[in-house]
């Protein structure tokens, strides 16, 4: 593929995720616990760039099915955009890198570069788990279940 083509699709994927990835890199710089995201993607790039000899040995097959999977990474987008859900937004930007490298360079080359690929969840903050917001029934039933009662023996069962 011409480097013009592929300097078209970053800049394609540079405008729907611009303000995704500024609020990813900004928590990354401003969290702590996220700061290691900035290392997650050099790693990965360092992984594809050490297997660059093998990548190239490889036979270029376009596929028309990474539409489907870069379609599907678009309306992963829509949705989190739309549900103003951050991790599904950032995970699309996952699933739209897949179907771009189907389409440009085959499903043989994403096998290839899958560990790589994969390792890019870690970049992405998860969830952080609220306990505060568990609806009632549910902390009842955590608390009645593996907890210690004051005659020492544990779980509903026990009391």
């Known amino acids: 593929m011409p480097w013009w083509q592929i300097l078209v699709f970053i800049a394609v994927l540079g405008w729907l995720y611009a303000s ?3 609020h ?3 928590q990354w710089a401003h969290d702590p616990n996220y700061s290691h995201g900035f290392f997650v993607p050099l790693f990965s790039l360092f992984v594809i760039w050490s297997e660059r000899d093998k990548l190239r040995k ?3 097959e376009p596929s028309w099915s990474g539409l489907l999977v870069l379609f599907f990474g678009l309306a992963v987008l829509a949705a989190g955009t739309l549900g103003a859900e951050l991790f599904l937004s950032r995970v699309s930007l996952l699933l ?3 179907g771009l490298v189907v389409i440009v360079y085959g499903w043989n080359h994403m096998r290839a570069i899958f560990f790589p ?3 890019l969840l870690f970049m992405i903050p998860s969830h952080r788990f609220e306990p505060d917001h568990l609806p009632p029934a549910v902390i009842g039933f955590k608390d009645g279940c593996g907890h210690a009662s004051p005659g020492g023996r544990a779980g509903a069962a026990g009391r």
């Open 20 to 22: 995704l990835l500024r």
């Open 24 to 26: 990813l890199v900004g």
């Open 58 to 60: 490889l036979a270029v």
């Open 96 to 98: 739209t890198i897949a």
């Open 117 to 119: 690929w994969i390792f």
